[in-house]
């Protein structure tokens, strides 16, 4: 029997994970790093966290007639290095976008034991409990605590984040400084993105410089990968989204009538006022099966551009060339446009055709290999000779004015007028970082939900532009419920009266608490959490795809996990039994159902048990590998 040779989720990830090690531990002797009172205390202290479970306590399913969108969204009231390491079996490396709003440790340090505020809102004892007992000094500074506190956090949140995801932190000038240092520590300095400053007010009562800003860093997990998947960031222009509502209208109106659709979209751009933004928009008036475009010149901008036969499609004749060249440095590139249906072709080859840009560019079109020269001469006029917009669409700049008053005003909006919580973050700017730097079915977590602001915002982001992201939130104060749930109950049904009634978004939500430890402190499975939890874990770690996990009620055997094309899992696990893998065991499995319902031979076992009566050989012909109850359980 052959052994296995596609490897599982788990062990790529682990193979991953080492990689990532090494790394890190190879870029460490050249790079500065910030030290402080307790950090040697801190900086493994993610392993030794329990591994709980999460207690489901209720689901929440926004009213029929709302909008079907994010489902399968998670709260979780507890401390977020407890939450975030029970999140690792079924997350780890699998989270799109991280946003965290952490405190930012503005509270006066005036008596160093009572009123340091790690939360500037909240002096939780629990958190000044674990301080106590992880780091144990008594000397410690406001800037040493939040250090400290911050620190397993953030790796945590890091060993959660997709190679492709990007963590987003807001911040202020208390903390920032500091925060960049231990970002590049732990993310390393190479994946630094930018740091966004988002200003919130003005405050003409200061003395010296009014100072109303804070900031928003942006970290990538992995920016060499992003930059190897040819990544390209961009947002709407202000005027496009009303062009694109229009198209959809007319769409739906007219079909694939796009003559039609042309001359109707270009009606409505007739009847718009002269100040509307997407009158600058107006020459993407034609349009195809991807929306509204415009023509674009398709010669070498700067002039000395290639000169090879384009055929024209009717007459095949070669068409004639640009006096500049072709935009295209390899005829490749320019037969790849052409099958896009990218470019099109005049009456005849006498003159040149046209490039088609589409106010929303599509993957083809972001895909597109210009020569750098061509693509440098492009970028120099933003604006083409008309003044017109070259696109729909824009980079983001890292500067972000929105004033704090418009998230007060929502969460007031949301709770019939009263004040719930101080400082919410402004879910419109979440939504719009969030739909910026994450694909449509995105995975959005954020460990300090506060208000849920970052929930509203991945709803907000769905909303418009039709996705299906996901969040995850963490709070610890007891407020999780009856905020933090309740604004995001509130914004999924709808809120407000008459005209100020907002939509509900729709979608759904379960509620979790931080439950028992699945290892007890002898690394003893805590048989009290049950037989199916400890199953769910082990699949997890075993990196059993969810299609391919069993129940119990499985044909083939009580004890089996589940099964790939090329292996099978089998956890034999009694409560307060020691149990073995021996040939009664193997005897007992039927794996005539698992074929007889059309499935492959496995060509690995992977068995659990207390103990094992196989000798190696024997395991090693048939392709079993044996792992020992609670000894080769996965610990994260
Ligand atoms: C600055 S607020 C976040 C506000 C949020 N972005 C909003 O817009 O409403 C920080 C939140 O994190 C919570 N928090 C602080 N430490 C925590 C921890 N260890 N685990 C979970 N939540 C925590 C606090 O209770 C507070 O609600």
Known sequence: MRRLHAETDAVQLRKHQRSTNTQETKKAPSMPTLHWVGKEKVVNHHHDVPFRLLDKQYSFAANEGTPASSTDNRIIHGDNLEALKSLLP?????????????PYNTGNDIDKKTSWTYNDSVDDPRIRRWLGNTVGKEDLSKHDKWLCMMYPRLKLLHRLLHTHGVFLCSIDDNEVHRLRLVMDEIFGATNFIAQIT????????????????????VYAKNLAAIQAAKTVWREE??????IIDEWKRLRLVHGDDFAQIEVRLGGWFK??????????????????K????????????????????VMHPTTRLPCKVPERGWIYADPKEMQRQIDLDLVVFRADHNDPPIRKAHLIPSPAELDTFIAPEAEDAQEEGLDDEDGEELSGTQVMPTYIYKQAQASVKTLRAIFEGKKVFANPKDHEVIARLIRYVTPKNAIVLDSFGGSGSTAHATLAANLDDGGTRRFILCEMMDYAETITAERVRRVMNGYGEGAKAVPGTGGGFDFYTIGPCLFDEDQNLNEEVGEA???????????????????TDNPVSRYALGASDTAMWLFRYERGQVTSLDMDFLGSLNLKAHLAAGNTRPEQFIVYADKCALDADFLFKHGITFKRIPRDITKF
Request: aromatic share 14%.
């Open 290 to 309: 991807f929306g509204p475009w415009r023509d674009r010149d398709i010669s070498w901008p700067g002039g000395g551009g290639p000169r090879y036969d």
């Open 198 to 217: 988002w200003d919130k007010t003005r405050k003409n009562d200061a003395k010296l410089f009014s100072s109303g800003h804070e900031y928003v860093l």
């Open 271 to 288: 009847g718009l006022g002269k100040s509307h933004p997407s009158k600058k928009l107006s020459r993407y008036r034609h349009v195809d």
């Open 237 to 242: 222009k202000p005027g496009a989204r009303e």
């Open 533 to 551: 939890a400890i199953r769910d874990y082990v699949a997890y770690t075993e990196g059993i795809r969810p299609e391919h996990r069993w129940g």
């Open 90 to 102: 079924e997350f780890e490396g699998r989270v799109n976008c991280i946003y965290i709003d952490p």
